[in-house]
Structures are given as C-alpha cells and as structure tokens.
C-alpha cells in the first residue's frame, strides 16, 4: 500500500469527518433509527472510507437471517437488495454474516482470495464490515463497503466506521428503549383504566409479547377456592386453554414461582428439574428461555406472569432472557398485581355500599309488603260482608273491591321487582352493545303511545359499539323515561340525546384520559330538583311518587355504577329535570 | 254518635279501616299524617277514639298522634297499628297511655274484625271514664 498516497487520501476523508460523526450522533439521539438517520449514517460510512457501494443489513434473531435494508452507491437492483443470508447455515454467510455472529470489524483488500467473502457484485476488490450493536452486545446489523481498489480501506478507516456503526447503534438502541418504554406505558395505562379483569390481562400478554419481544406470554391466576393456579389470559395455543388449564401450588416451575415468591429465569428451561412441561404457548422441546415472576397483591402472591421465547435457531445467538427483561417483567407484574387489587376493592366498594342497604331495605319491605297485604285483607273482609248480606244490587261494590284487590296486588309486584332490581342492579354482563338502538327500544315500550309529553330524540350517528349490559342499561333507561313522563302529567317534553364525549371534556368531568366515554341524557320540563334534593334522589327509598319502595334512581345508580359509568342530575331547578349517564366505551 | 279518627299514610289501609269502622256506625274522620291529625283532633274538638298508623313521617309519628289526642280530650283512647312488628314503639305507646296496639298482619287472623272488637272495648272504657269523672264531678261539685 502506497503510505503517501493513503494519507493523502485520508487527509481528504478527515476533512469534516468529526462535524459529520456530530450531526449523526445528534440525529441518533433526536430522531431515533428512523429510515432517514440509518441511510445518512450509511451515505456517510461509505463517504468516509472513499467506498464505491455500501449497504447497511438487519439481523433478524427470530429466523436468524440478514436482510439487505439500506444501500448507497452504484449498481443495487431489486434483486439485489432482496438478498437474504441464511446465519445458521455453515457457509455462504458471506463477511457480513461472519461480522453478525463474531460481532468483530473484518476489513479485505483482496476479495477473490478472502475465505468468508460472498460477491455480490462482481467488480469489488476490497470489503469492510463493522458491526451495529444492539443492546444486548449482539449484532443487530453490519454496515458494509466495497471498493473497486484492491487494498483500498485501512485500519484509519476501519476505525471510522466503527464509530459512524456507533451512531447506528445508538439510534437503534435508543429505538429499542423507546419502545420498552412505549410498551411500559401502554400497560401502565390500560391497567389504570381498564377495570374488566379479564381484558386487562389480555391486553398485559398482547402488548408484552408484541413489544418487549416475547415469544408467549401467559398470566395465570391463584383460585382461592381450589388454591390453584388458573390460566386467565394467554397466546397462541394456549389462548384456547384460558380458564381450564391449571397448576397446583409447587407444581412446574409456574406453580415453583408461586410458591416461592420468586423469579425464575432460564435458559432451556427443561432441564430444570421443577420442569412440567404441562401447558406452553409452543411445543415444549421447542421452548428456548423461560421467565416467570410472581404477581403480588397486598403482600400476597396471587398469581404468576410468564414469558416465553422459542430455542435458538443458530448456535452464536441466544434467546434467554436478560437481568433487563426480568426487571421489566417484574414491573409489569407488579402493575398488574395493583390493578387486580383495584379491581377487586372496587367490586367490594360496590358490594358494600349496597349491602349497608340491605338492613333498611328489608325492613322497608316488609313494611310496605305488611301494608298491602292489610289493605288486600281489608278488601277481602269487606267483599265477604257484602256477599254475606246479600250483595250489591248492580254487584258495583264487589267490583270495585276486586279492581281495589288488583291494584293491591299490582303493588305488591311492583315491590318484588323493585327489590329484585335493586339486588341484581349490579350484577352485571358485558357485551358489545348499540346505545342508540337500546334506547330506541327503550323508548317504545315504555314511552305511550298517547301522552301530552312531546318526545324528541337527538341520537349520534358516530356512538361507537359500547360494551355494557344491554338489558340492564335498558331497566336504568326506562326508569328515567317514566320518570320524565310522570312528573310531566300536564304535558311537557322529554328529549333523550347522546353523543361520544370530546377528550377535552373528559378532563373536566375528571374521567381517565385514553379512554372514550359516551353521554346520554334525559332532559324533561317538569319541576325538576331542587338543590338540596340532587345528593338525596340516588339513595334507596327516595321517592316523591307513591309508587314502589322508592328505589328506582337507586337502581338506575347502581347498574351505571356497575358499568363504571356517573349518574347526574344537572337540571336546573323549577326549570325540569336533567339526568346525564356517561358510560365508557370499553367497559 | 261515636266518633273515630283513624291516621294512616297509606291510602288502600286508610280506605279499608274507614270502610270497615263505618260499617259500624262510627262517625269516621281520616287523616293521612300525624300533622293533618293534629289539625283534624283541634277541628273536630277531639275524637271518642283514634286509630293510628305507628310509622308515618317518622317511625314513631304515632306517638305524636297519641299526646295530641290526649291533649285534647284526656279520654280519648288511642289504638296504635304497626306493620312490620316495632314492638318497642308499641310498648312506649302503651307506657304513655295508648289503649291498644295492633300488628296489622297477623297469620290467620282477619285484624280489622279485631280492631273492630277493640275500638268497641275502647269506646266502653272512654265511657267508664267519662262516667267515672262526672259521678267525682257530681260529688265534689258544692251543693
């Protein structure tokens, strides 16, 4: 190699190499391993080193292949960036496979003579490869310059290539942080806002497996009736076994983790003695790492988290799990385990808020059915007296007593339902339901056909699907309907409307960011509520109405409650009632 | 002609217990709370006897219906009705000088052909005392 010649030549490359290596780093930094960073990262690697072609290719660990993804210079076709390299396979790796699996630099100046080199064009006479690292110190792509020059590149520029790798390196790593970090987030959040259990956990293995790159991922549960641990939400073959397959305590290293309490992490995972092998998200000899980690809820292990990843296709890359990944599983887990306890407070909050009515609800009851019942008596002894006498001569008296007796009895089952209503108001089912179309049902069985009160329905087009319980929204809503209608014997209006909630109103109303919410109201012109009446009209046995026990809005209460949704009456008072529901979207 | 007050919120029992009590012959006066009680008893210059719901306004609403009876007419008797057993308001009324208590639902027993029994035994104690208190009047009065 000519000594002058190549200084001369480097004194050329030098010239704005450490502004160029500059404005890659700060391009790495601010955009992350956006198409535009890497191919600029590339131009420059191939600039640096006075390179006549350059390509930049991926690994990708599932299928241990390369894939050709950025190139610079002259002659690419199609074809040619097509190319793929096979990394399990023996020979044909080609330089840049032997720089992925050694994750070294290798610098040619004479390819034909070169043990690794694979031509993919036929005129290159020198090659350099540098690896880009990721974060686990493995190759996550080479970058690769060619020359038409025998012995054109030397260690200077091997150096330089190195460090303009490491801008790649930097972009990619930062990518892959972000989008931990994304992932993190995103479960941060659903777990915050997703109060369905078993949709919270789906989501959990959906977003783990998806973006921290596991192969399978599976929550399982500890049953306290059985004291087994319970599959709830899972991928793959799996997701078919969710609720039936099951460990005992100590069984397989899912049922080890719970027990203990602690992590296991490991690589070929069936050696391990504690090993069952009874339900994985793939085929158990094809199962390559494994990392379970307890979930813990008030000091108490409640379940377990665990993740998967497939064996290894190539002997020079590993599939196990990090330190780094058992500390974000752990995270994860323990998000989860605080969501599930929420979850559960909230079910008891509800629960108990409902049971503390249960002592005047019962005696209410008998009061009221004790009531009835006497005035049905009352009638029963009044129809044997006039029978008894000889009658009525139009039998007018006995008639009407048997009218009274109906309208005795209609109450007493008015009372049942109510009670029966009010007990069930938050049992509730979920599935996806049209609100409008509820409401359109709604409105004709329970609006009259003839009444004085003007109707007028303002339904959105664009409500979306909202998962609730269709029959139980349908109980709530026809409360408010009648309602409406009975403080309105005169006449009057009811206009029943809904619309989707804009986010910024969500904030306002203190609802979750993130989650859409939908608003339905009833709005009448009767006497409305006065101010210190609007804490009052939701508790049970409130009523202005003879009729029933009074819960009615204490039943409507309880099914919005049910369906984490709010009940308010916003009216203004003397001007007419306003009753506005707001559901959230997603249950 | 006796007269009775009879005090109850609801509708179908005030209904049923003034038709039954009217069969009787009783001039009856209904009211449907312890308040329009109140004005009835001042209106009507008191009742010969009262029967009242327990349970009105407020749990014991009849014993506000008992002392305005008595504070009226010291011999007027007063017959308190409970419909889910409040037995501890019953006695109290009793220890304040109601007459009677009757649960309105008894298994197997038609109560208002009992409360028409007891307003009858009521009306004779009202006149016992009554009488009682003009034969005193006749003898301390100075001749």
């Known amino acids: 190699m000519d000594l002058a010649g190549a200084q001369g030549a480097d004194s050329g490359r030098c010239s704005g190499f450490v502004e160029t290596l500059h404005e890659l780093f700060a391009d790495a930094v601010r955009c992350g391993a956006t198409p535009d960073v890497l191919q600029r990262v590339l131009d420059a690697a191939m600039r640096s080193v006075n390179g006549t072609r350059a390509f930049l290719a991926l690994v990708h660990r599932e299928t241990a292949e390369m894939s050709v993804a950025y190139t610079a210079g002259e002659g690419w076709t199609e074809e040619r960036r097509r190319l793929r390299l096979h990394l399990a396979q023996e020979t044909n790796r080609g330089i840049t496979g032997h720089v992925a699996l050694t994750s070294k630099p290798y610098m040619t100046g004479d390819t034909a003579s070169d043990p690794y080199y694979l031509a993919f064009f036929e005129d290159a006479r020198s090659e350099i490869a540098v690896p880009v690292l990721g974060m686990t110190g493995h190759a996550a792509g080479v970058i690769n310059v060619e020359s038409d020059a025998p012995n054109a590149f030397t260690s200077d520029d091997c150096a330089r290539l190195v460090a303009i790798a490491q801008a790649a390196s930097v972009a990619l790593g930062l990518d892959g942080f972000r989008a931990r970090e994304t992932a993190l987030i995103e479960i941060g959040t659903s777990l915050n806002t997703t109060i369905e259990t078993d949709a919270l956990m789906r989501k959990v293995v959906d977003e783990a497996a998806e973006a921290l790159k596991y192969e399978g991922c599976s929550v399982f549960l500890l049953d306290q009736e059985t004291n087994r641990l319970v599959l709830r939400a899972s991928h793959k073959a799996l997701a078919e076994e969710v609720g039936v397959a099951s460990y005992a305590l100590g069984e397989g290293i899912t049922g080890w983790v719970a027990e203990h309490g602690t992590p296991v992490r490991l690589e070929d995972p069936q050696k391990d003695p504690r090993w069952a092998g009874l339900h994985t998200e793939m085929p158990a000899d094809e199962i390559g790492a494994l990392l379970a980690v307890p979930i813990i809820s008030r000091d108490r292990v409640i379940g377990v988290l665990r993740v998967v990843r497939s064996r290894s296709h190539s002997p020079w890359f590993s599939n196990r799990f990090t330190e780094a990944d058992e500390r974000v599983l752990t995270t994860i887990a323990s998000q989860l385990g605080s969501a599930l306890e929420n979850a559960a407070t909230f079910k008891r909050l509800v629960r108990a808020e409902r049971m503390a009515a249960w002592g005047e609800l019962s005696a209410k009851s008998a009061h009221m059915i004790g009531n009835r019942t006497f005035a049905l008596k009352g009638d029963l002894n009044e129809l044997r007296f006039l029978l008894e006498s000889g009658g009525s001569a139009d039998r007018s008296g006995e008639l009407a007593l048997i009218d009274s007796m109906e309208r005795g009895i209609a109450r007493l089952e008015e009372i049942l339902r109510e009670f029966r209503d009010f007990v069930m108001a938050t049992q509730i089912t979920l599935a996806d339901a049209d609100i409008n179309q509820t409401l359109r049902e709604v409105i004709g069985e329970f609006f009259p056909r003839r009444s004085s009160v003007q109707l007028e329905l303002d339904l959105a087009d664009d409500l979306p699907p909202v998962r609730c319980d269709a029959a139980k929204l349908k109980r709530a809503f026809s409360e408010l309907v009648e309602n409406a209608v009975s403080f309105q014997p005169e006449g009057g209006v009811l206009r029943v409307s809904t619309r989707l909630m804009a986010p910024e109103e969500q904030v306002g109303a203190r609802l979750a960011p993130g989650r859409s919410y939908v608003e339905i109201e009833f709005a009448d012109a009767g006497p409305g509520v006065s101010e210190e009446l609007k804490n009052r009209i939701f508790l049970p046995f409130f009523t202005s109405r003879t009729k029933g026990m009074g819960l009615g809005l204490s039943i409507v209460k309880g099914i919005v409650d049910a369906h984490h949704g709010l009940l308010r009456e916003v009216g203004e008072p003397g001007k007419g009632a306003r009753f506005v529901i707001i559901l959230p979207v997603r249950g | ?143």
């Open chain 2, 1 to 143: 002609m006796a007269r009775v007050l009879v005090v109850d919120d609801e509708d179908e029992v005030r209904e049923a217990l003034v038709r039954r009590l009217s069969r009787e012959g009783y001039e009856v006066t209904a009211a449907d709370s312890a308040a329009a009680a109140r004005e009835a008893i001042a209106a009507a210059g008191g009742f010969d006897v009262v029967v009242t719901d327990m349970s009105m306004e407020r749990a014991d609403s009849g014993l506000d219906v008992l002392r305005d009876a008595m504070a009226h007419d010291v011999f007027t008797e007063v017959i308190v009705l409970t419909a889910y057993g409040n037995v501890q308001n019953a006695v109290e009324s009793m220890r304040r000088g109601a007459f009677d208590y009757l649960e309105k639902n008894v298994p197997g027993v038609d109560v208002f052909e009992l409360l028409v029994i007891k307003v009858g035994q009521a009306m004779e104690r009202r006149r016992a005392g009554v009488s009682t208190l003009r034969r005193l009047d006749l003898r301390t009065r100075p001749s």
